[in-house]
């Protein structure tokens, strides 16, 4: 990978059956199409089932036919649809939040006593949202992003039980 910035980022969701869990699918994608990438979560379930938030970075149209490779391995890719942000008046710099962020997007700076937040290392994964006393840390939804997610069909009257 080019030491140059790139410029594009994005964090993803991606599923993966059972038969493409086992291949370096997202390894390819660095070697293939010049991308970096930051693993955010990862969970595979006792069936094999493969779910991944991944931050990736690179030039975009990279990143487009990144995305082709997946679809074509049968990976479901979508945007994450939601952002976390802070309401300053409300924060008191407690500092909860900082154990629960797996990304280390909130910490504690220990000179000022106040609770940093790093909105570029955010995986909107929530944590803080649940834990937060003051309810100072709040999901903004992406419409952007919410144009880009598999839509589900609602039961019709008739199939609900």
């Known amino acids: 990978?080019?030491?140059?910035v790139k410029g594009f980022r994005k964090i993803v969701f991606?599923?993966?059956p059972p038969e493409v869990s086992g291949r370096p699918v997202v390894c390819n994608l660095a070697k293939l199409f010049d991308l970096s990438f930051n693993i955010l979560k990862a969970q595979i379930n006792p069936r094999q089932d493969g779910a991944l938030t991944l931050e990736i970075m690179g030039l975009?149209?990279?990143?487009?036919?990144?995305?082709?490779?997946?679809?074509?391995?049968?990976?479901?890719i979508s945007s994450i649809a939601q952002r976390i942000f802070r309401d300053e008046e409300t924060c008191v710099h407690?500092?909860?939040c900082?154990?629960?962020c797996p990304t280390h997007?909130?910490?504690l700076d220990r000179a000022s006593r106040q609770v940093l937040f790093?909105?570029?290392?955010?995986?909107?994964?929530?944590?803080?949202?649940?834990?937060c006393p003051m309810h100072a840390m709040n999901v903004e939804l992406d419409e952007n992003s919410l144009l880009e997610l598999p839509?589900?069909?609602?039961?019709s009257p008739t199939e609900r039980v």
Do not use: H
Not at 60 to 76: D, H, I, T, W
Not at 118 to 131: F, Y
Not at 151 to 155: K, L, V
């Open 1 to 4: 990978m080019n030491d140059i």
């Open 14 to 16: 991606l599923s993966f």
């Open 60 to 76: 975009e149209e990279n990143f487009q036919r990144a995305q082709g490779y997946l679809k074509e391995n049968g990976v479901k």
């Open 94 to 96: 407690c500092g909860v």
């Open 98 to 100: 900082t154990a629960m």
């Open 105 to 107: 997007a909130l910490s």
């Open 118 to 131: 790093e909105v570029d290392k955010c995986s909107a994964c929530g944590l803080c949202t649940r834990i």
């Open 151 to 155: 839509r589900r069909r609602r039961p």
